[in-house]
């Protein structure tokens, strides 16, 4: 059966100071990968997506950024984190071309 | 650019009467429609779908309806159980889950 893993669970970290969450999917191969951010009071917002190594679409301008260095590793970065980047981030994957997102257990940021 | 609303930031029932859980969109290319389960401190889980072809699908105690032309959905809960407390996304997408869209959820309360 397929896995999603995504850590740390929660991480303060001060204002400029660097990002990078890592997320990891077992079980299958050739999946979408995507990240979504959830503000306080608010729905998932799409960050990024990739449907392979080294491909990643953002949909939302700002200070993070996304890689994908193997098949099943999608890693949010940032250089400097800033107060507004403060959230709920969340990793998922899909098959391609399945409509059902399936998410990891999220990683809860505060920057202080 | 909210095109998936849930107007309702919270629903309250009593254990056993029936939950419904509304939602609108605006775009209408979306042609597939989802409802996500979210606990505190976890990634969000697939709870239901429905196609545009269709205008209800049920499993056990979840259906979802679907209105077309009034650009609606809604997710009933028949009979509601406490363990059912807890927030439900709306999510919709064009048929290319890339850009899957959701709403700001609605935190269901279930009281015994």
């Known amino acids: 059966s397929q896995t999603i893993h995504q850590w740390p669970a929660t991480l303060v970290q001060p204002v400029g100071s660097p990002l990078s969450l890592e997320c990891t999917v077992e079980?299958?191969?050739?999946?979408?990968l995507y990240w979504y951010r959830q503000a306080a009071g608010r729905g998932l917002q799409l960050l990024f997506y990739?449907?392979?190594?080294?491909?990643i679409s953002s949909e939302v301008p700002q200070n993070l950024s996304a890689s994908r260095p193997q098949d099943r590793q999608f890693i949010l970065s940032s250089k400097k984190l800033l107060l507004s980047d403060s959230g709920f981030y969340l990793c998922?994957?899909?098959?391609?071309?399945?409509?059902?997102?399936?998410f990891g257990s999220g990683t809860q940021l505060s920057v202080l | 650019d909210q095109q998936v609303k849930q107007n309702s930031p919270s629903l309250s029932v009593q254990e056993g009467r029936i939950s419904i859980l509304n939602c609108d969109y605006t775009?209408?290319?979306?042609?597939?429609f989802l409802w996500y389960k979210k606990y505190p401190a976890e990634g969000p889980t697939f709870l239901i779908s429905?196609?545009?072809?269709?205008d209800k699908n049920e499993d056990g105690r979840f259906t979802v309806f679907l209105n077309k032309s009034a650009k609606h959905l809604s997710l009933h809960i028949v009979p509601s159980q406490p363990g059912d407390s807890a927030v439900y996304f709306c999510a919709a997408s064009e048929g290319n889950n890339n850009d899957m869209r959701f709403g700001a959820g609605t935190r269901l309360t279930v009281k015994p």
């Open positions: 429905i196609s545009s072809i269709k």
């Open positions: 775009n209408s290319m979306f042609d597939y």
């Open positions: 079980g299958t191969s050739n999946p979408n």
């Open positions: 998922a994957w899909s098959e391609p071309g399945v409509e059902k997102l399936f």
């Open positions: 990739s449907v392979g190594i080294g491909q």
